[in-house]
């Protein structure tokens, strides 16, 4: 049989276990060193230190996320630094704020003796910010103003709303912080969630804010009963006829018997009225274009019950002899 080769990088059980002795002693060594170094003082270093605000919260509200540490720069024995480092058994530093709403920082300055205090055996060297900056407003109750979002529902083609929207009830009460009620300026958008609308309608709609405001806002109604009154508008479209104002005998229009026509969208309550009237095209040379001897096309009468009105040709040209 061949003889197997012993492998030469393999380590004897002596040397192996030499190895763990040496491993052993540095290990102690090191411990040593460390404790040794930890019972020392006059340590500096600078750490993040837990903090909580005391407030009235029953009439002030914070509307950003307050500062849950704050770095300070101290000094002491290595274990209560090592401790303060970690955050372990740290007590969060209490700032109390009797008027938060009057300003929006605190100064470090003001701060510094009794968190000194507070931080003992340790010795505070300085607080690492000048200040301390927070958001927190006084909590209000509003009455706001319902209006549709525009952006909640459509109406089918060429129909209008007659009248203003009208809402039972016709305040909303809500109750937050200033500044976000202030983002409202006295009017509460309400989401009617319909599309294509053609019919009168009334509908009761739960109340709602976005996501962003919902921690910040309570509305006292749940819901607010809305109702809409539509009207159709018509297409039409009449023959115009032309009536001359100011024409000397030497102008005449380019093309002597032109087509005019209106086209338009009328209130289909006004229909009736519409058939009573008679339009006229008319061409008042006085008004006309010196340049490019032009003339516009006037209208008259121009009721209100009509919408989108449209003139064909809504120009025409002059013609001088």
Same mark, same amino acid.
Request: positive net charge; glycine residues 0%.
């Given at each position: 049989m061949p003889d197997t080769k012993k492998s030469s990088e393999r380590i004897s059980p002596k040397k192996l276990s030499n190895l763990k002795v040496v491993v052993l002693c540095v290990a102690a060594a090191t411990t040593f060193w460390i404790l040794n170094a930890l019972n020392k003082d006059d340590y500096t270093t600078i750490v993040d230190f837990p903090i909580e605000f005391i407030f009235d919260q029953e009439d002030y509200m914070a509307v950003?996320?307050?500062p849950e540490s704050v770095q300070i720069e101290i000094s002491g024995n290595g274990w209560d630094l090592l401790r303060k480092y970690f955050n372990v058994n740290n007590t969060p530093f209490s700032i109390e704020l009797d008027r938060p709403a009057n300003s929006d920082y605190i100064l470090a300055s003001d701060l510094k003796r009794?968190?000194?205090?507070? =931080?003992?055996p340790t010795q505070l060297i300085?607080?690492?910010?000048?200040?301390?900056?927070y958001e927190i407003d006084p909590i209000q109750t509003v009455k706001l103003i319902p209006v549709l979002d525009s952006t909640s529902f459509t109406l089918a083609n060429n129909f209008r709303i007659l009248e203003e929207p009208a809402f039972e009830p016709s305040q909303i009460t809500v109750t937050g912080p200033q500044s976000i009620i202030e983002l409202f300026e006295g009017e509460?958008?309400?989401?009617l969630d319909e599309n294509r609308l053609q019919d009168d309608l009334t509908k009761n709609v739960e109340l709602s804010v976005s996501k962003e405001l919902e921690e910040f806002i309570k509305i006292e109604e749940e819901t607010v009963a809305v109702s809409l009154d539509l009207v159709a508008f018509l297409e039409g479209n009449k023959?115009?006829?032309?009536?001359? =104002?100011?024409?000397p005998r030497t102008v005449t229009l380019e093309e002597e018997e032109p087509l005019i026509m209106m086209y338009y969208l009328v209130d289909e309550r006004e229909t009736e009225e519409l058939k009573e009237l008679e339009f006229e095209a008319v061409?008042?040379?006085?008004?006309?274009?010196?340049q490019d001897s032009t003339i516009d096309v006037q209208v008259r009468p121009m009721p209100p019950f009509l919408d989108q009105v449209r003139i064909e040709p809504s120009i025409l040209r002059l013609k001088y002899e």
């Open positions: 950003k996320p307050l009794t968190f000194s205090e507070f =931080i003992t300085s607080i690492v910010d000048d200040s301390i900056h509460f958008p309400v989401n023959r115009l006829k032309i009536k001359k =104002i100011n024409f061409l008042d040379f006085a008004k006309r274009n010196r």
